[in-house]
């Protein structure tokens, strides 16, 4: 084992000697702990370890299929594709979801928007204001 000198601020060595007093080590025993964990260990080991995790799991049916479920249930009712992946798993949702779509299908309709179109920005205002300088006075006011 080869032996180190390391520059650590006051403050840190007072906290690296309470919690080797509290794990009853000492405080070069704490450091090698630390350097341990912090160490990684072969690249792709977490790749490895976690290889064919599922492979023996017979509730998921087919894995394409799942993994599209899976998905579709991350659609919203404001989504542009609500109504198609609706109509693929109705039962992922709901008549709220449906009461959902409509109000804001209405609303994009009636202020000239698709869904899944998001926020109206600085293009809608208007190319002057997108134009005008920001005063110093205008930045401490949005802080």
């Given at each position: 084992m080869t032996r180190i000198l390391a520059d650590l601020p006051d403050?840190?060595?007072r906290?690296?000697?309470?919690?080797?007093?509290?794990?009853?080590?000492?405080?070069?025993a704490v450091l090698?702990?630390?350097?341990?964990?912090y160490r990684p260990?072969?690249?792709?080991?977490?790749?490895?370890?976690?290889?064919g995790a599922w492979k023996?799991?017979?509730?998921?049916?087919?894995?394409?299929?799942?993994?599209r479920r899976e998905r579709a249930s991350w659609t919203r009712p404001w989504?542009?594709?609500?109504?198609?992946?609706?109509?693929?798993?109705?039962?992922?949702?709901?008549a709220e979801d449906d009461r959902e779509h409509e109000i804001h299908k209405a609303w994009a309709a009636k202020h000239g928007?698709?869904?899944?179109?998001?926020?109206v920005g600085v293009e809608k205002l208007g190319s002057s204001l997108a134009d005008k300088p920001v005063t110093s006075d205008e930045k401490r006011s949005k802080k």
């Open positions: 403050e840190d060595i906290w690296l000697d309470q919690l080797a007093a509290e794990q009853g080590k000492s405080r070069a090698r702990e630390a350097v341990a964990a260990q072969a690249p792709n080991d977490w790749i490895e370890k976690g290889f023996d799991r017979d509730d998921l049916g087919d894995a394409v299929e799942w993994q989504d542009p594709d609500y109504e198609e992946v609706r109509a693929e798993f109705p039962d992922l949702f709901d928007r698709k869904l899944g179109g998001g926020w």
